[in-house]
């Protein structure tokens, strides 16, 4: 039995997608399961709550053979800390009650890297995943750059003013993947049971990529000029307080960004392996576009 949460998200709901069409028995842990579709509600158990709660874990981790963990977004949250490692402390207590033997989570890149520990929310990300890896469970750590996705959440600004904006210097060509293809590494990890050990994968799309030229590939795919600006530090953490973050989780997000600026998301050497297809204008085609246009 493979154990989804997070399965209404990004990434989750494309794992439970793959899930369902390579056959495996899966469980669906959900806070509203009339937000999955019908065929997942038909083929998938479902057990409905939080994926934060220790009774709703108790029976979802029961029997299941591999846990597919995401911590979800908590943009009012206290600290950094409690959004990431407070809200995974009862899951390892159940995995450990619960005897589950390999969980597949979704992190950050940047262990090693001396930014690692002033970085926001990967520095949370990347203490969640020592909180599971001492429970002694076998571990995969998809470590992630920033996602494609994230500039899909400034389509009305490309649309209404042709930019979009993030604290980051625009020539610099860093990593950056698609949630289509984080879901395929992961669900490749929930259906392989030949591994017992714990270790990190970088999953780091096809080529190092930068805002710049992303406006560009933006630019050509929409056909209208579209062009990305460097907003300071201070603007950006602005925009998530007037969004509703608490003042501890805007810093987060802002300190994670000054961290990428300083080459966070660089540490993890680029392989043939590592590598995932999806590139961005492939991306900007399929889902850019769509989400620009209306
Ligand atoms: N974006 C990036 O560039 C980036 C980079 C590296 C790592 N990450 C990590 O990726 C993760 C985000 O993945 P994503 O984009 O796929 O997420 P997402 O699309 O925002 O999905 C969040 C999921 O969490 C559920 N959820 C929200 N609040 C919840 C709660 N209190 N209890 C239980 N479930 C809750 C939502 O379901 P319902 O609302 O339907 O309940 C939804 O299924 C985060 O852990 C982040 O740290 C992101």
Redesign the pocket.
Known sequence: MIVV????????HRVVQNLLHSGAPIRIV???PS?LAEEVRARAEIVKG???DTGVLRKAFSGADAIFW?????PKAASVAAAYVDFTRPATAALEEQGVRRVVS???LGRGSSLADKAG?VTG?LATDDLITSTGVAFRGLA????M??IGRQAIAIRDQGKFFLPISGDLKLPSVA?RDIAAVATRWLLDDSWTDQSEVPVLGPENISFNDMAGIISDVLGKAVSYQQISFDAYKARFVQFGFSDAMAQGMTDMAWAKDQGLDLTAPRTPENSTPTSFRQWCEETLKPAVLG
Request: aromatic share 6%; charged share 20%.
């Open positions: 949460t997070a399965p209404t998200g990004d990434i989750g959900a806070r509203d937000r939080s994926h934060g995401l911590v979800p977004p908590d979704v992190t950050a929310f990300s992630m750059p920033s996602f996705d994230n949630t």
